[in-house]
């Protein structure tokens, strides 16, 4: 797979909410070292003003490697709703990849794709 696939996979996505009035408004931007190593950034603005704001520095060689990633969604006056990261923590947390919740809790979890982070937000607007 190239970057340029995985980019194309995530503009049909928002085509495909934002066809349903739940996606308002988005922004993509690239920074692509080679055709298969890079930076995909965004952020999404649904119909209750809430906000999905990512980044993933991806390396699609031999699979799709999300090396450093972040899903940080909040409701529209900034407060979290959760937020997905592979970020170092102190102290340490039990796994590289987990959730942040609203409670202050982090929990275990596996790298997500944008389609899953989707449909958990779909979720919670409907």
């Known amino acids: 797979m190239l970057l340029t696939e995985y980019l194309s996979d995530i503009v049909r996505i928002i085509d495909e909410y934002s066809q349903t009035g739940l996606i308002i408004d988005s922004e993509l ?13 965004g952020s999404f603005t649904f119909s209750d003003n809430s906000k999905l704001i990512f980044n993933e520095y991806l390396d699609v060689r031999y699979k799709i490697e999300k090396l ?7 409701k529209h006056d900034g ?17 590289s990849g987990h959730k942040h919740m609203p409670d202050g809790k982090v929990i ?14 779909m979720d919670l607007l409907l």
């Open 79 to 95: 407060s979290l709703v959760f937020r997905y990261d592979n970020a170092e923590h102190k102290p340490p947390v039990e796994s």
């Open 29 to 41: 931007s690239t920074d692509f070292r080679t055709e298969k190593i890079g930076i995909i950034k």
């Open 68 to 74: 450093n990633y972040s899903f940080h969604y909040q």
């Open 108 to 121: 275990s979890a596996e790298p997500p794709a944008l389609k899953e982070i989707l449909a958990e937000i």
